[in-house]
């Protein structure tokens, strides 16, 4: 059954001479819709205004601006006579894009309890409409330009989808009765009958291509491929477990100056880190066992040590490294070593951070037009990540991808695998 009428007619259509893509990305278009409300259903009013930190966001802030982008970048260029929804919701819901005008702060957006939330809601369905009117009626001239902009749009809302799980989740960690985003019982562990022992698997070495095929779709940043010569290394086959990381808790791993670079020191510090973020010790006023326990999406529960770590700044992940005689990868040996045989936990468990700071790509140039400012403007001061996590939609993920975020971010699901230097 298709999740949208439209994708029937289109389909209905087909031979008559209606392009099959249109019906794909129509079909597309509606289950990534459909999936962010489903995102947002457990959460009341309330928390879905809520803004725990500058660098998170509301869920209905999630909700419109998604919208936002599809009605500004797609349907006010693209379908005439279209207008906005509502004008000054242009500027509540711009997120950082400079030639599209003023942007209500990013750190006030939890001050924004008007429009209601029912509102934004009928502001997703109208734009919903207008693009399934566009991507089914248009000519094939405003087709051409229309589709990878439908197209970004829905990956650019699975990016958003998985922000609203991490940004949720700080927020509802702030609340002293830790709630549960979602009551059911979490899956279990790939690990839960026991932590296999750690093999390392040696990389391709020398010249390697890396980047982008052009087969399929990928953000700007991703590109070109280009040559990297690599110098021999290892790989661990899996992800640093929740175990491993308490034995480097329980070695001092957060006393010990020499194991951390300068600023992850001093956020050691200042910050008063003493374990991954979410991670309740034994004398937290806040636990409720003798031992270790993780708040997550499904409450607090007991330690897994046999899970993948997770919730580490790029300074924990390289301080952990240092820890275990190692280091972390660079993008390009983590991407070279993707399809690798005996490589387990690439994708779907925690983003792993690399060692390689997230700069363009030799030759690299931004999408033309409004979306320039997707990600090139964001290449400084940035870590980059491989992988995908529990959090990712499914489908999102490809050995190309490149995730980043600041050496200090916590609250995303990220962890780290191992590599080291030489071969096996």
Not at 184 to 204: K, M, R
Request: charged share 20%; proline share 9%; hydrophobic share 40%.
């Amino acid at each position: 059954m298709s999740l949208n009428p439209t994708v029937d007619s289109l389909l209905a259509t087909a031979d008559a001479g209606i392009d099959a893509d249109r019906a794909r990305l129509a079909e597309g278009f509606a289950r990534v819709r459909a999936r962010t409300l489903a995102l947002a259903e457990p959460l009341s009013p309330e928390d879905q205004c809520v803004q725990s930190m500058p660098d998170a966001s509301p869920t209905k802030w999630h909700l419109a601006h998604t919208s936002w982008f599809f009605e500004t970048v797609v349907l006010m260029p693209h379908q005439p006579g279209y207008e906005a929804f509502e004008p000054r919701w242009q500027t509540l819901f711009n997120s950082y894009y400079e030639s599209l005008g003023p942007r209500h702060p990013r750190p006030q957006r939890g001050l924004l309890t008007r429009p209601l939330l029912a509102s934004v809601h009928r502001y997703r369905a109208h734009v919903e409409a207008a693009v399934d009117h566009l991507v089914a009626r248009c000519d094939d001239a405003t087709w051409a330009a229309v589709q990878p902009l439908v197209e970004l749009g829905v990956q650019h809302e699975e990016q958003h989808q998985e922000l609203i799980l991490t940004d949720i989740l700080h927020a509802l960690s702030c609340n002293p009765l830790l709630p549960a985003y979602e009551a059911s019982e979490p899956p279990a562990a790939s690990g839960a009958a026991g932590t296999p022992p750690l093999h390392w698997i040696t990389g391709p070495a020398g010249p390697v291509r890396v980047g982008h095929t052009g087969e399929g779709f990928a953000f700007d940043n991703e590109s070109p491929r280009h040559t990297v010569w690599l110098q021999p290394y290892r790989i661990a086959d899996r992800l640093v477990t929740c175990g491993e990381y308490a034995e480097f808790i329980a070695d001092g791993g957060y006393r010990r100056a020499s194991l951390w670079l300068s600023d992850g020191w001093a956020a050691v510090q200042s910050q008063q880190w003493h374990a991954p973020l979410y991670w309740i010790a034994p004398d937290d006023p806040r636990a409720a066992l003798p031992q270790w326990q993780v708040y997550g999406l499904h409450g607090v529960k007991p330690l897994d040590p046999h899970a993948p770590v997770t919730q580490l700044s790029f300074y924990e992940a390289a301080a952990f490294a240092e820890w275990a005689g190692a280091r972390l990868p660079t993008e390009a040996e983590w991407e070279a070593a993707y399809a690798l045989p005996g490589l387990r936990q690439m994708t779907g468990h925690a983003w792993q951070w690399t060692r390689s700071a997230y700069d363009p790509y030799p030759g690299f140039r931004p999408w033309a037009g409004t979306v320039a400012e997707y990600n090139g403007k964001f290449m400084v001061g940035q870590m980059v990540l491989r992988g995908s996590s529990l959090a990712t939609p499914p489908g999102h993920a490809r050995s190309s991808y490149r995730n980043f975020f600041p050496p200090a971010a916590r609250w995303q699901f990220s962890g780290l695998r191992l590599a080291r230097d030489g071969a096996c």
